[in-house]
């Protein structure tokens, strides 16, 4: 059967027409094909993105074309993000158009080491420069502490800030001095924190540590001493025809000082009375036991108390009515606490020494001779009587005229050598033996010198030993008189720079040849002033630029300190400071007013490493010559936080007393 075509439709136009069609369908087609590669390809690279956290990235489409922008925080972020979109399209089809954002200066690591070091073991904690030789660090510390060292130090690949190894070195080396201590580095500053044995030990541990300093290296010390240890815990008050008075005196706390001087001045004693806070009270009761006992001797009217540790004795003048002792004893038994033991009588009275009597009289002169006279009981005593002068007055200053004698009172040696033991305390006196009693008067240079003697014989003879002391204080033998205060150290300096200032050449921090006689003035202050902490501050007019000012002044304290250095004067203790023109003494509208603001300034640092305010250091009328301090110029008070580097009488009563300069060692 054949198929016929309509007769309106030509065999011809057939042909063509199915071709046309057939293009038309393949070219939208291929439309949507190239649309849906297009989506699926934005879809899929905004999803890997926006996976991989690279929200910041924008993506766009041209045709088979992925387009990438935005801006990255850094190159590596901006390669990371190409190869996301790589696993997502043909890196022919990327087309890379992201930024990437101007990279910020990379932050220094805090870079800081605690060193702990105790009786357990030196601990390092902290953070610390790749770079750093930890290895050298730990080793040295090794062997300060038997090996014990625990390393808890994390690093960082940053280069050292600089000062971090001149502050590292000098941290070695205060741990070396420090058995109980925490030292803290940064990059040029190191903090100590630190605990003494003792107030002189305080002293000098700051004195050493301040000479080591290197130079731009920011030092801050906290070394503190602990109250001094008394044994025995010793108050000796009396009234007598003088008065009243403490021989010796110990307080535990600051309150307990203040309730035992208040009743001393309450009995009669003369305002300056003193009385050490120290370690060792035998009870918390002490204060209030004490009291009582001298309210006691105040009602006796004549008579003395001494405290002894947990020994009381008190001996009532011999005009004491029998009558008015009973009523105080009793009620000083009946109301001390139990720890207390009391013992009481009343003196006899003593019409002179009896002829033929035991006598041993030792005298100490203001050269420091010593002449030993009176009696001892056999040769081996005579011999440790005069091996104990020797060792403590000096072989060539001892002068031995004693004799041997029979029957002598029980414990007449042990007497003896205490007694001596008690004189060398003073810088002279007399000390004599006799049955009844025991007497040591004469003067010494410190103020707790009869508190040192009073625990001595205590300690040595027990409390019950009857003896009289009459020691007075003498400023002309006080050596820490000699040792000006931070204030006068401060006040001199400034004086001498008043009298002659410290000239540079114009417009360089080079010192002017003239100003080498200030410089000399300084110079012997600072010899008695090494441990005194001082800002050198320069300062210049307003004439030149802000910033060339302050680079000068700068220099000028600098080339100060160095002018120093030169003359032999340790400079640890000082710092360089330029204030440049921020800071004038004068309107800077004449020569003459920016003569005066061109200057260098002393001022005291205080214990917050701050400067001090000038006008808290009272200025002195005149430029001393040769640095001496006056006779009383301890008597000047230290401005407030301010420590005194010199030895205080306290800290002398837990010591040996140092042999005068003068006597030989034996």
């Known amino acids: 059967m054949k ?4 007769r ?23 439309i949507w094909t190239a649309s849906a590669i297009e989506r699926f390809s934005r879809l899929g690279v905004r999803k890997a993105l926006g996976e991989a956290g690279y929200s910041w990235a924008e993506v766009e489409t041209d045709g088979l074309k992925v387009i990438l922008r935005g801006t990255a925080p850094t190159e590596a972020m901006r390669f990371r993000a190409l190869l996301a979109a790589e696993n997502v399209v043909d890196a022919a089809r990327l087309r890379d158009e992201i930024t990437v954002a101007a990279e910020s200066k990379v932050a220094v690591p805090d ?28 080793d040295t510390l090794k062997a300060l502490a038997g090996g014990k060292v625990t390393d808890m130090l994390e690093s960082a690949d940053h280069p050292a800030p600089e000062g971090w190894d001149g502050a590292v070195a000098f941290a070695e080396g205060a741990v070396k001095l420090l058995p109980r201590a925490k030292v803290s580095v940064g990059a040029g500053k190191v903090a100590v924190t630190a605990i ?64 035992i001087l208040a009743a001393a001045a309450a009995a009669g004693a003369e305002a300056g009375a003193t009385c050490p806070v120290g370690l060792g009270v035998p009870t918390p009761t002490w204060a209030d036991a004490v009291v009582m006992g001298m309210k006691a001797v105040a009602k006796l009217g004549r008579g003395a108390i001494t405290f002894s540790d947990a020994d009381v004795t008190l001996v009532a003048d011999p005009d004491v009515r ?97 007694g001596l033991e008690a004189l060398a305390e003073l810088d002279n006196g007399t000390v004599t ?106 300062h210049t007019d307003s004439q030149g630029r802000d910033e060339m000012n302050l680079v000068l002044s700068q220099q000028r304290a600098q080339s100060v300190i160095e002018a120093l250095l030169a003359r032999r004067v340790l400079t640890g203790n000082l710092t360089a400071k330029g204030y440049g023109e921020t800071r004038p003494i004068m309107a800077n509208d004449t020569e003459a007013d920016r003569e005066q603001n061109r200057r260098i300034e002393f001022r005291l640092i205080g214990k917050d490493g701050q400067p001090v305010d000038p006008a808290a250091v009272p200025p002195e009328t005149g430029a001393p010559d040769d640095g001496a301090a006056p006779a009383d110029s301890a008597a000047a008070p230290p401005a407030d936080g301010q420590s005194v580097p010199v030895l205080t009488p306290d800290a002398a009563t837990i010591r040996p007393k140092m042999r005068p300069a003068t006597l030989k060692k034996p």
């Not at 030092?219 to 109250?227: F, G, R, S």
């Not at 104990?388 to 007497?415: C, D, E, I, Q, Y």
Request: with cysteine; aromatic share 4%.
């Open 196 to 259: 003494s044995e003792s107030e002189a030990e305080r002293a000098s541990l700051e004195s050493s540590l301040r000479r080591k300093v290197p130079a731009g290296l920011d030092l801050q010390l906290n070394i503190t001493a602990p109250h001094p240890v008394i044994a025995p815990f010793t108050v000796r008050f009396l009234i007598d025809k003088t008065g009243a008075r403490f021989d010796a005196c110990s307080a535990d706390s600051d309150a307990a000082q203040a309730k």
């Open 433 to 538: 033996v006799r049955e009844d009693t025991l007497r040591v008067e004469g003067a010494s240079g410190r103020k707790e010198a009869s508190g040192a003697v009073s625990r001595i014989l205590d300690s040595r003879l027990g409390s019950g030993t009857a003896y009289s002391l009459a020691i007075r204080y003498d400023k002309a033998l006080d050596k820490t008189l000699g040792l000006p205060t931070p204030t006068e150290c401060v006040s001199r300096i400034n004086a001498a720079l008043a009298a002659k200032k410290i000239a540079f050449d114009p417009g360089s921090a080079v010192i002017s040849p003239d100003s080498g006689d200030t410089l000399d003035k300084i110079a012997a202050v600072m010899k008695t002033c090494g441990d005194v902490p001082m800002e050198v501050g320069g």
């Open 8 to 30: 309106k439709f030509p065999a011809k136009a057939v042909v063509p027409a199915v071709f046309a069609g057939t293009g038309l369908v393949c070219l939208a087609l291929s």
């Open 322 to 418: 029998q009558a008015d002792f009973d009523r105080v004893v009793g009620e000083l038994e009946s109301n001390l606490p139990e720890v207390f033991s009391l013992k009481a009588t009343i003196a006899s009275k003593a019409d002179g020494v009896a002829a033929g009597a035991a006598e041993f009289v030792a005298t100490l002169d203001k050269d420091g001779k010593v002449d030993l006279s009176g009696r001892v009981g056999d040769d081996m005593t005579r011999k440790a009587v005069e091996s104990v002068a020797a060792a403590r007055f000096g072989t060539a200053n001892v002068h031995a005229a004693t004799r041997l004698a029979s029957g002598l009172p029980a414990g007449w040696g042990k007497r003896v050598l205490v």
């Open 111 to 138: 870079f800081t080491i605690q060193i702990l070091r105790n009786d357990d073991g030196i601990s390092l904690i902290g953070l610390v420069p790749a770079s750093m030789d930890r290895g050298q660090l730990t």
């Open 3 to 6: 198929f016929a075509l309509p």
